[in-house]
């Protein structure tokens, strides 16, 4: 492996807002922002789940997934949130509801991650409250405005480090 963290984008771009994650992943590796710290991988998972499954097989030191956030507050209200095996696996095993693991539902992939004989790393989720999640291509205006607020954040928990000790990241 060649990256130590993993930064995620997830959601489906022909639901409106719900392609928040891939485009905040293409506005940070566009030619014209600064680069992420060494050692970093962007991925622009979109809908595929399992991928992102395996690629966390290969052992990271963090993960941080961004996506829409619903229930967040006003749209493109921008949180981050430090989570946790607990918050992905029930008490009575993974996928209790029977979450389909190829769909990018994050609870549903990485509750399934230790059935692949994987370990979560330590993961935040930037994620942005949408405003319109109906079929059609593009973000919303509070999103396409969030998309920088995000990209901060994404630097801010990479400059900080939270995972390695020291730094405690809170809302933005």
Known sequence: MSADVLVAGVGNIFLGDDGFGPEVV?????????PLPEPVRLVDYGIRGLHLSYDLLEGYSALIIVDAMPGLGRPGEIRVVAVD????????????????????????????LPSLGGVL?????????????????????PLRAAVPVAGAAIRELLATRPWAGGHEQGAD
Do not use: C, K, W
């Open 85 to 112: 095996t607990d918050d992905f696996v029930a008490s009575d095993g993974p996928n209790p509801h029977g979450a389909d693991p190829h769909s990018m539902d994050p609870t549903a992939v990485l509750s399934g």
């Open 26 to 34: 293409r506005h940070l590796g566009a030619p014209e922002q600064p």
């Open 121 to 141: 790393p330590p993961t935040y989720v930037v994620g942005a409250q949408p405003a319109n999640l109906e079929e059609g291509i593009g973000l919303s205006d």
